[in-house]
């Protein structure tokens, strides 16, 4: 009886940690926008970037999609490491709100340095795909 009960315990345990299907696709389209930060090609960031990005950097400038993408595939910002934690999603409908903490090694402008963000990112499904609409983010 007792390992019945543990048994029940772990599959319970389980059920509340796992994600959805919804979630589980936004978590794997944060991990791809992780990706293309740290080795941006226009095909990547065009396939998670939507038409309508806004781009809110913690020193309070806003980045268009254009501008956003250039600044990267530029060099002029630069992602060397991307770590992601305390990562929480929230979905409403075709909307999900992901916020998490953000720490970096960048170089921005040719200077160096380690970075510690909040982050708030907002994706909406676009064609059946979780599409990057808008971010802002400020510092620890």
């Known amino acids: ?53 806004s781009y809110g950097h913690s020193s309070g400038k806003i980045e268009d999609k254009k501008a956003f993408m250039e600044a990267l595939l530029s ?3 630069d992602f060397i490491s991307i770590e992601l934690t305390d990562q929480k999603i929230t979905l409403s409908k075709e909307v999900a709100l992901v916020r998490h903490q953000l720490t970096a090694q960048i170089t921005d402008n040719g200077q160096s340095s380690n970075i ?25």
Request: proline residues 1%; aromatic residues 8%; contains cysteine.
């Open 1 to 53: 009886m007792k390992i019945f009960l543990m048994t029940i315990f772990c599959f319970i345990t389980c059920a509340c940690f796992a994600q959805s299907k919804e979630e589980k696709q936004v978590s794997e389209a944060v991990e791809a926008l992780k990706k293309a930060l740290i080795d941006p090609t226009s095909a990547n960031l065009e396939a998670i970037v939507a038409e309508e990005l």
């Open 75 to 77: 060099g002029k910002s």
């Open 116 to 140: 510690k963000l909040h982050v708030l990112l907002v994706w909406q499904k676009q064609k059946g795909k979780w599409k990057l609409l808008a971010r802002q983010a400020v510092r620890v």
